[in-house]
């Protein structure tokens, strides 16, 4: 049985627009104190710490913060983080390209797995590159991994505009066709889709919790419209 997935965007880095005006050319920035901040009022909130049994992040800087901080009762029961390149943002600026797996070891010790993070990660080719063609094979890939284990409860940390491509949130041209995550916004999604595809679904109790059900109870699409729940 396909498990239940938790996808969370990380806390506000310091390339965020909202602290740096050129962040988007600091390379794999950290978190803020106020990406900490929130990361830890997450921790607070997050029903499932006793039920995830694996935890999953894009290896740049504030997506493995955002786990290590918003998950600490998983780690401290043992978890470790498995770092996926598949999850790393959708963009080749500066701001998202990661660190040599090399320093993000030493960052990182004994609370990450960096068994699937290669030398040259970072490098926005092939199966990296950043159109959309590529960006939707990547997103099918990642979730047909999730899929495909033999976890019950997954949490993965990831990045605003990749996680749309992972939600089926963009149109043929790679748009996003609804309104950007918050950060440290967090979703549940069931698995529908046995195929290629592995299509995922948001479950009612995320869409209530998120505010996505409006006073009529009917979803509320994200870019502002109302619809029949998919």
């Known amino acids: 049985m396909a498990p239940?997935?938790?996808?969370?965007?990380?806390?506000?880095?310091?390339?965020?627009?909202?602290?740096?005006?050129?962040?988007?050319?600091?390379?794999?920035?950290p978190l803020t104190q106020h990406g900490k901040d929130q990361c830890a009022e997450r921790c607070k909130t997050f029903p499932s710490h006793d039920k995830v049994?694996?935890?999953?992040?894009?290896?740049?800087?504030?997506?493995?913060?955002?786990?290590?901080?918003?998950f600490a009762p998983c780690i401290a029961?043992?978890?470790?983080?498995?770092?996926?390149?598949m999850a790393e943002e959708a963009s080749d600026d500066p701001c998202d390209t990661g660190s040599p797996v090399?320093?993000?070891?030493?960052?990182?010790p004994d609370i990450v797995?960096?068994?699937?993070v290669e030398h040259g990660w970072y490098i926005h080719e092939g199966e990296y590159a950043v159109d959309p063609k590529s960006l939707n094979a990547r997103a099918a890939k990642l979730r047909r991994f999730i899929r495909d284990r033999?976890?019950?409860?997954?949490?993965l940390v990831t990045h605003g505009f990749f996680a749309h491509y992972l939600t089926g949130d963009v149109n043929e041209r790679g748009e996003q066709t609804t309104g950007w995550w918050q950060e440290t916004e967090l979703r549940t999604f069931d698995f529908v889709d046995g195929g290629e595809i592995a299509t995922i679904k948001e479950t009612e109790e995320s869409l209530s919790r998120n505010?996505?059900?409006?006073?009529?109870?009917?979803v509320v699409d994200r870019s502002g419209k109302h619809g029949k729940p998919a």
């Open 77 to 85: 029961r043992g978890q470790k983080i498995l770092a996926l390149p």
């Open 53 to 70: 049994d694996l935890l999953l992040a894009s290896p740049l800087r504030r997506a493995l913060q955002t786990c290590v901080l918003s």
């Open 102 to 108: 090399e320093v993000l070891r030493k960052e990182f």
């Open 150 to 155: 033999d976890e019950k409860e997954v949490v």
């Open 113 to 116: 797995l960096f068994d699937h």
């Open 211 to 218: 505010g996505a059900v409006g006073k009529d109870g009917q």
């Open 4 to 29: 239940i997935l938790h996808i969370m965007r990380h806390g506000q880095g310091e390339h965020s627009s909202a602290v740096n005006k050129d962040g988007k050319n600091v390379r794999d920035a």
